[in-house]
């Protein structure tokens, strides 16, 4: 996986799928196995502590937070002529305006920093490290 957006999308979203099962499972300890279970992890919410709730809150505010900041660093591409693509593209975070000659070589640092926690991850490219 060589595309740092691609990784970090797929750590978001893994995060998000196992806060998901974890309320799935409530204090049952059982995943759900049927359509109406909705209605089953609703009441399982309902039966948490009010510190339980804050801390899932926050957890899925932080997946939703990181998504919009993973969002709002894409790379954007540039001439570096205006007019003349033939003198070759810049490529450069559109929030940091980290300029690179290769999409994906300078990876600006927000995103490198989002990509620290899973540095143990397979996936993980050492080039990402701030």
Same mark, same amino acid.
């Given at each position: 996986?060589?595309?740092?957006?691609?990784?970090?999308?797929?750590?978001?979203?893994?995060?998000?799928?196992?806060?998901?099962r974890?309320v799935a499972?409530?204090?049952?300890?059982?995943?759900?196995?049927?359509?109406?279970?909705?209605?089953?992890m609703?009441?399982r919410?309902?039966?948490?502590?009010?510190?339980?709730l /804050?801390?899932i809150?926050?957890?899925?505010?932080?997946?939703?937070?990181?998504?919009?900041?993973?969002?709002?660093?894409?790379?954007?591409?540039?001439?570096?002529?205006?007019?003349?693509?033939?003198?070759?593209?810049?490529?450069?975070?559109q929030?940091?305006?980290a300029?690179?000659?290769?999409?994906?070589?300078?990876?600006?640092?927000?995103?490198?920093?989002?990509?620290?926690?899973?540095?143990?991850?397979k /996936?993980?490219?050492e080039?990402?490290?701030?």
């Amino acid at each position: 996986m060589d595309d740092l957006v691609t990784f970090l999308s797929a750590r978001i979203n893994e995060r998000q799928s196992l806060i998901m099962r974890t309320v799935a499972r409530g204090r049952s300890g059982n995943g759900f196995e049927r359509p109406e279970a909705l209605m089953d992890m609703e009441m399982r919410i309902r039966g948490l502590g009010n510190g339980e709730l /804050d801390v899932i809150n926050h957890m899925v505010q932080e997946v939703e937070a990181q998504r919009r900041i993973v969002a709002a660093h894409h790379t954007v591409v540039t001439e570096k002529v205006d007019g003349f693509p033939t003198y070759g593209l810049e490529y450069a975070c559109q929030t940091c305006h980290a300029p690179a000659d290769v999409v994906g070589w300078n990876w600006c640092l927000t995103l490198r920093l989002l990509a620290l926690p899973y540095a143990d991850h397979k /996936d993980y490219q050492e080039e990402w490290r701030p």
